[in-house]
Every structure is written in structure tokens, then in C-alpha cells.
């Protein structure tokens, strides 16, 4: 018998490669006919998808192909411009029954500073909209996707829904999303909303959100109202007293109270230093300054040398005229006022009275219009935004096989490519360590209890990212936001304010020491307001300088 041929290694791994290629597209091809909707832009888009003819919407759509591959993808290719293209589904999605999936990738070759790329699944039109004027006013049942913009870095999810009491439909927002990744990779983000009232975000596959559309606590305003409300014809009656404390009517001021005592008094025991020189002034004309040539005193006026600090009073403790220094006037008692006690009138804080709400309503799962078509309308300062592989399907497995066969292939090759580049350039350092650090207080921002500081802390963020060389001082910041917030819950809040001393004395010095401060206080606004005035207009000042 001959020997048997074998099959080079090489060879051998191309042809495991090309199994594997064909297995993920029959893959794909098998979820494409189990898929309600899906739209690969293998093809041009413009035979299926209709450009909004409204003239706001200058931005140009383009079919093209995602950097470094040969997938194609709907591209947004100008910056500053406002976009707007939908596509009609031939048959209306529902949302009331079962799991639905709605899933897409978006890439941000260029980044993000200001614009959006969501999509939205819009109502069918007899709701009044027409696929060549799609705009902003057209009425949508969810709206999904990445948006970011000054203050704002979420991934948004809000959906729409009709209040059957009042027929409104009111926009309801998740809380708390998750933020837009940083980078310029390729992104898949997934919504899944189930039959027992979740949805469920994902980014990547990575569960970033689960919530309940029925909790006020995950979306805000509420799907179902509150039972009641302020009553908006109520008044608060005249004769209410709002003060818990007041003066005492009886209190009468001490015969020994001196109103007119100064804060200060001069220290009439204070003696001049030995050695301090009267005769010398603190500040003396530059001996080394000489007038400038082309200085012209009628026009620049009469030349003076710029002043110096005196040498002599270096060594010295003091020049100029002595004066005695002032101190606390022990005999200070400031304005008098009488000291507070219990109000007998005191009604607490008024308040409307509650009434039933005439929007309120309940349900036992959401009222969903369906979906009849979807639609990009963004307004962005990026261009290449690459929307891809638009997805929906009725059981969230399909979703996940689209991801492995679309998406994640992509993904592995743009982040193998951006680890060589980190490489090449040195990055792998501090600039890399900056990188994990900045996407790890990304993730540190989404913290719900950190809802309140999140702009702030993005603020810090994307600081940080314009200007490497800040990156401890953002961590330092963003610590001490986390520090302070965490003390805040150990000690809770501020503490409540000491009961009024009974005193006359001591209460009025408390007051008039308080009042001073205030009066302090809005001086000093005053003095900055007036700074920052003269520093916007500085009056022309006479150049002088230094001949050598």
C-alpha cells in the first residue's frame, strides 16, 4: 500500500477557517429567517430605506464600508448636519405579547463630543406622519441607542405610552442609564422586553440595566400616576403662620448694651519694635529703570519710575509710620435683638391639600402601540457614524447568535488593532494606563447612587481625556465626590440646628455676629462683581520699561 499524503498544517487551517466561515453564515442565514426584521446594508440602502425630504435634514446617508473591514454599514458622512431616513416594515411589530429584541451596532470612527445615534421604533402612520417628512415630531413607541453631549452620556431608553384617563402620551425615561463607550470601536446595543413587564439593556451582551416599566423607581415620570396630587385651586389661608420661631414680644434690651461699641479698639499696649525705621518707605523708585526713548510726555505723560520693594525694610521689622496695631473690643456687644422663642401660632409648613388624580390609572402591563417602522433622526457635530445590522427578533437567543456572527468578529479584529497601535505609539504606558483608568471611572459614574454627581463626574472625565497630564487631579476629584458621598450616608446629613440659647446677652451677640458675617458676605460678592467689571474694561495703562 502507498503512503498516505498529508495535508500541511497551513492548508489544514484555512480549510478549518473557511468551516468556520461557512458554519457562521448558515448560522445567520437560519436566525435571518427566524428574525422579524433585519437589515445587514450588504446592499445600497436607497431602494429600501426613504430619505426624509424635509429641508432641515441636509445631512447626507451614505452606504459604506466600516474601517478595516469589508462590511458595509449606513453611514453618516458629514459633521455639524441633522439626519432623518426611516424604513417601513411590511408588517407592524407588537409589543404587548411575548419577548421582543431590538438590537443594532453603531461604530464612531470619528468619536462623539455632541450628537446622537439611537434609533427610533416609530408608530404606524395613521398615528399622522409620512416617511417623507419624518422628523423630530414623529411619533415613536421607543426610542434606543447612544447619546451624548455636554452634560449628557447615556444610553437612552424612553418609550412612549398613552394615558387611557386623559389620551396624552407621555415620554417615560429610564433612570440611570448606562454611558456611551469612549472609544471608536464597533458596538452592538440590545433592549430586550419581556412579557413580565422587563427590559433588559445590553451592551456588547454585557446586561448594563435591568428594569420594571411598572416601578417608579426605574423610570421617570412613572408609567402609572400617583393616587393623588396637590390640589391646584387650594390656598393657603391668610392667617397661616408659616414661623416655627419668633421674637420675644416681652424681651427688653439690657441697660449696659452698647450698640454703637466697635468690633475693634486700638492696643494701647502695644509698643513699636526696636529697629523699625519711621523715616524709610516701604516702596521706592527702581534705581535700574530709565525713561524710554520713544516715550513722549505729552502725549504718554510725565514718565515715572515703577516702584520696588524698600531693600532696607528687608532687614528690618517694619518702615514707615508706626501705628498701633487694633484687637477684639471685649466691650463689643453689636446690635441688640430680641431673642427667639416657641411661635404659640405656629401652623407648620402649609401645604395643598391632596386630591385624587384625574390622570391616574392601573394597568397590569403596558399598553405598547406597535412598531410599524424604523427610523434615524439624529442631529450630530461627528461625521462617520456607521449604523449596522438592525435587528429584530422574538426570543432574545437569536439576538445573542447575531452578535457571535456579526458583530463579534468584527469587534475582536478593532480591538487586537487598537492594542498594536497602543503598541506602536507607546501607549501601552501611561497613556494605556490613562485609557483603563478613564473607562473605569466611566463605569464607577453609572453607580446608581452616584446619579446625582454623574455629569459632574463626566465633566471630569472628558477633562481628563482633552488633557492627560490632569488624570491623578480627576482621580483626586472624583475621590473625594466619592468620600464625601460615602460619609454622607455613614454620618447622614447635616445636623440639626441647636436649640436657641435663653440668654439675652449671648443670643444677641450670636445675631449681630451673624448679621456682620452676612453683611460681610455680600460686600465681598459686591467687590468681585465690581473686580470682574473693571478686569473685562482695564482702563489704559502707561507701558514702562526696563533700559538694560
Known amino acids: 500500500m502507498g503512503e498516505r499524503k498529508r495535508i500541511p498544517l497551513g492548508m489544514f487551517a484555512v480549510l478549518l477557517l473557511i468551516s468556520a466561515c461557512s458554519f457562521q453564515f448558515l448560522c445567520a442565514t437560519e436566525d435571518a429567517d427566524d428574525a422579524i426584521f433585519y437589515e445587514s446594508f450588504d446592499e445600497d440602502f436607497q431602494d429600501r430605506w426613504i430619505v426624509s425630504q424635509k429641508e432641515e435634514y441636509s445631512g447626507v446617508w451614505k452606504h459604506a464600508k466600516s474601517e478595516g473591514h469589508d462590511d458595509h454599514g449606513l453611514l453618516v458622512s458629514e459633521k455639524a448636519r441633522k439626519y432623518a431616513i426611516v424604513k417601513e416594515l411590511d408588517k407592524a411589530v407588537s409589543l404587548r405579547d411575548g419577548t421582543v429584541v431590538l438590537q443594532f451596532e453603531t461604530r464612531l470612527q470619528n468619536g462623539l463630543e455632541c450628537g446622537g445615534a439611537y434609533i427610533k421604533y416609530l408608530r404606524p402612520q395613521d398615528a399622522g406622519w409620512k416617511s417623507k417628512e419624518f422628523d423630530n415630531e414623529s411619533p415613536y413607541s421607543i426610542m434606543f441607542g447612544p447619546d451624548k453631549c455636554g452634560a449628557t452620556n447615556k444610553v437612552h431608553f424612553i418609550f412612549k405610552h398613552k394615558n387611557p384617563k386623559t389620551g396624552e402620551y407621555v415620554e417615560h425615561h429610564l433612570k440611570n442609564p448606562s454611558s456611551v463607550p469612549s472609544d471608536k470601536l ?83 499696649e502695644a509698643e513699636k519694635p526696636e529697629g523699625w525705621l519711621d523715616d524709610e518707605p516701604e516702596e521706592i523708585d527702581d534705581p535700574e529703570a530709565t525713561k524710554p526713548e520713544d ?61 385624587p388624580n384625574p390622570a391616574y390609572f392601573e394597568l397590569k402591563k403596558p399598553d405598547f402601540e406597535p412598531i410599524a417602522a424604523i427610523g434615524i433622526e439624529i442631529w450630530t457635530m461627528q461625521d462617520g457614524i456607521l449604523f449596522d445590522n438592525i435587528l429584530i427578533a422574538k426570543d432574545d437567543k437569536i439576538a445573542e447568535s447575531y452578535r457571535e456572527t456579526t458583530w463579534k468578529p468584527k469587534f475582536s479584529v478593532e480591538k487586537e488593532k487598537q492594542k498594536e497601535e497602543e503598541n506602536e505609539a507607546g501607549s501601552s504606558g501611561i497613556a494605556g494606563f490613562q485609557k ?113
Do not use: M
Request: charged residues 35%.
Open 436 to 548: 483603563k483608568v478613564f473607562d473605569i471611572l466611566y463605569k464607577i459614574a453609572d453607580i446608581p447612587f452616584l446619579s446625582a454627581y454623574k455629569p459632574k463626574i463626566h465633566d471630569l472625565i472628558e477633562k481628563g481625556q482633552e488633557q492627560p497630564n490632569l488624570t491623578v487631579g480627576i482621580l483626586v476629584a472624583i475621590l473625594v465626590i466619592f468620600v464625601s458621598i460615602f460619609f454622607r450616608i455613614i454620618f447622614g446629613g447635616k445636623k440639626q440646628p441647636t436649640k436657641v440659647e435663653t440668654k439675652v446677652e449671648k443670643t444677641n451677640v450670636e445675631s449681630s455676629s451673624s448679621n456682620k458675617k452676612s453683611g460681610e458676605n455680600v460686600e465681598n460678592e459686591e467687590n468681585k462683581e465690581k473686580e470682574e467689571s473693571s478686569s473685562s474694561a482695564p482702563a489704559r495703562r502707561r507701558s514702562i520699561r526696563r533700559e538694560n
Open 186 to 268: 464597533t458596538h452592538v446595543y440590545t433592549a430586550i422586553l419581556k412579557p413580565n413587564n422587563e427590559v433588559q439593556i445590553l451592551l456588547d451582551g454585557e446586561q448594563k440595566k435591568k428594569a420594571d416599566f411598572l416601578s417608579a423607581d426605574d423610570f421617570e415620570p412613572p408609567l402609572i400616576p400617583t393616587k393623588t396630587i396637590p390640589d391646584p385651586d387650594d390656598k393657603k389661608p391668610e392667617d397661616w403662620d408659616e414661623r416655627e420661631k419668633i421674637p420675644d414680644p416681652i424681651a427688653v434690651k439690657p441697660d449696659d448694651w452698647d450698640e454703637e461699641a466697635p468690633l475693634e479698639i486700638v492696643d494701647e
Open 295 to 355: 516715550w513722549d510726555d505729552e502725549e504718554d505723560g510725565e514718565w515715572e519710575a515703577p516702584k520696588i520693594e524698600n531693600p532696607k525694610c528687608e532687614a528690618a521689622p517694619g518702615c514707615g509710620e508706626w501705628k498701633r496695631p487694633t484687637k477684639s473690643n471685649p466691650a463689643y456687644k453689636g446690635k441688640w435683638y430680641a431673642p427667639l422663642i416657641e411661635n404659640p401660632a405656629y401652623k407648620g409648613i402649609w401645604k395643598p391639600r391632596d386630591i
